[in-house]
């Protein structure tokens, strides 16, 4: 075997979190990581090579898939022509036709329609005509959203009774967008697959997630089981099989009264999963890597059996490097602290719901000092 074959490198479009998560677990198989982003205080940097070049740069494009064996994504948004451009000269996994679809919540929408997987009601607003047209249809009860680049919340706006359509037109300064009717769930739960080439295919539990702010605070894995819950593997690897997915691929849906409504897919490893790190006997992280690679998929069963994560958003608590609790680990990315912004995380796991209970209510004691 060659070292190019015994050690190959992984280049990631996309230097944050999930790039830096990527490589740690990579690093034990003997993966070597470049990564590829903008800005150069991205915080993968801290693990691994990093280019510092903008994605339309296509010198520093060739030079970065020149250097990659496999090259993957730390997030959606990533230009498509970025990804065309490297996949004509490595491999590159996902495919970009998914990230086109994944970027924008019309198309992505128009899958899941023809797929015949529910979704909410919605309609296209590129006017402001539209946007009164909407907001009527919906009762005044629901989300704008970007067609495009929105993440975390971002690129949303809550339509009720009191918004006053025309200052938002003008706020969000015209563009295409989706109005969704607002949803009225029971819960929200994430549905985290993994597929190889070969169409191998494993699911983790399913995870319950609570948001605030349009942002991920918990996870809480596994899920109570529920009626829906066999609907939402089918409809996940539908989408997965359709799309000839390759790499880890994360689902969001609402389940309600009557049932299951998905909300929108994240073609890569996902803030739902970072539980998998301890929590699971093969992360999330080191699936994505197998998948791509085309090596064996590692068990996504449960470790322990229980798990929950707690993000940190603006700040790191000052706790975390003073204290060691037994099955409470913590991750600090490295990024400067700032508002709204994912500066880290915590993990839980148990072998029953009894101690997970307690370890989380532990932790939130924790973390409030
Ligand atoms: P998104 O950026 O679409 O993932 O939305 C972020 C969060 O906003 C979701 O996880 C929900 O908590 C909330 N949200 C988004 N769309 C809707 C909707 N149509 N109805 C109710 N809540 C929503």
Known sequence: MTEKTLFPTIGILGGGQLAQMLALDGYPLGFRFVFFDPTADACAGLVGDLMVADYSNEMALEEFAQKCDFVTYDFENVPVEAAEFVAKRTSIFPHPKVLEIAQDRLKEKLLFKSLS????DFHNVDSYSELVFAAKSCGNNGFLKTRRLGYDGKGQHRITENTNLKELWKEVQGGSFVLEHAVDFVREISVIVVRNAQAEIKFYELCENKHKNGILTTTLVPANPSSASGKALEYAQKIANTLSYVGVLVIEMFETQDGLLINEMAPRVHNSGHWSIEGAVTSQ???????????????????????????WIGEIPKIALNTKEKGIYWHIYGKQERKGRKVGHSTVVADNAEDLHEKVVKLAELLTK
């Open 285 to 311: 992280f080191e699936n994505h890597l197998r998948a791509g690679m085309g090596l064996a998929l590692g068990s996504t069963q449960m470790s322990l059996g229980y798990s929950a994560m707690i993000n």
């Open 117 to 120: 997987i529910p979704i909410a």
